[in-house]
């Protein structure tokens, strides 16, 4: 039993008529009637009842007809499956984050997915760059996103975003007021820092920050997560260096100013294997680095 067999079943079944229904095959009506009889013979059983003038559906080929239409509407839906799997528009990418790529990058990301490549499917670990670089030598992640490049010979790195600094402080700080801040403005202030890493990241960034300037905070409050700081600036424990991608949370009880002679470039750069040949991965790769151009 033959697929060209079977659809010219159903257009018979449907049409009634040999004439007719070679004409929607584009076939000679000869070679239809030599479809059927094999189908037919195959079968075992008659699937249509012929008069000289009248052509109908025997009570086996009533029967069947349901199931060939099913069979052929399964195939159709398994070639159009293979065809978007082939084209990478449906299937499961595994993306490693560090937590500042939460904020624009990803949520952008998954706009963009959803509006072109809605087959296709995210799934999201946090991780730090030692870990994401690791995964994707292992194969168990497809690709990274991280503050750093050059990390492997094997790895290629592409530009997502790139954000500047900015001085993040409680709302109600007398500094808040202030049109134009330096550093030398918050020598008395307690600062909020990300953790000491072993693998360069936003800390490293901050510090270069103070290096560059001979600045060094009277005080200190660390923590794990660069968002953790939000809540407790507005509680008043601090302020903090952030990427000024943050202001987008809109987290209240903080006001985020520019400082006068601070300008440093932040990056976040996805991470793919250079042997990465799939059209899938490239599919999210490509929305993923979408806007990876400095906006501000």
């Known amino acids: 039993m033959e697929l060209r067999q079977i659809r ?3 257009v018979l079944a449907e049409e009634l008529h040999f004439g007719r229904a070679a004409a929607r095959l584009h076939l000679a009506q000869p070679a239809l009637s030599q479809q059927i009889k ?14 000289s003038r ?4 025997s009570e086996a080929g009533a029967a069947f007809l349901p199931r060939a239409r099913a069979a052929l509407r399964e195939l159709g839906e398994g070639q159009e499956e293979l065809q978007s799997v082939g084209a990478g528009d449906t299937g499961s990418v595994r993306l490693g984050f560090v937590s500042t790529a939460a904020v624009r990058v990803i949520p952008e990301t998954l706009s963009r997915l959803a509006k072109y490549h809605p087959g296709i499917r995210l799934q999201l670990k946090e991780s730090d760059p030692m870990s994401q670089v690791q995964g994707l030598l292992t194969g168990d992640l497809d690709i990274g996103l991280m503050h750093v490049g050059g990390m492997h010979p094997a790895l290629e790195e592409h530009l997502a975003e790139t954000s500047n600094i900015s001085l993040a402080l409680p709302a109600k ?13 918050l020598m008395q202030e307690t600062f909020i820092l990300p953790v000491p890493t072993p693998h360069h990241d936003f800390h490293e960034v901050i510090h270069m920050v103070f290096q560059s300037h001979g600045f060094i905070p009277k005080q200190q409050q660390e923590v794990t997560m660069l968002q953790t700081a939000l809540p407790l ?8 260096l952030l990427p000024d991608t943050f202001e987008m949370l809109k987290p209240r009880g903080v006001a985020f100013r520019k400082l006068a002679g601070v300008r440093m470039n932040l990056h976040i750069y996805a991470v793919v294997r250079r042997d990465s040949t799939s059209r899938l991965i490239q599919n999210v790769l490509g929305q993923v680095i979408a806007d990876g151009v400095a906006k501000r």
């Open 8 to 10: 010219s079943f159903v």
């Open 233 to 240: 600036i507005a509680a008043g424990a601090g302020c903090a």
């Open 173 to 185: 700080h007398p500094l808040a007021k202030e049109a134009k801040l330096t550093l030398k403005n």
């Open 38 to 51: 094999q189908l037919e013979e195959f079968l075992g059983t008659a699937l249509f009842e012929r008069t």
């Open 54 to 57: 009248v052509v109908s559906l």
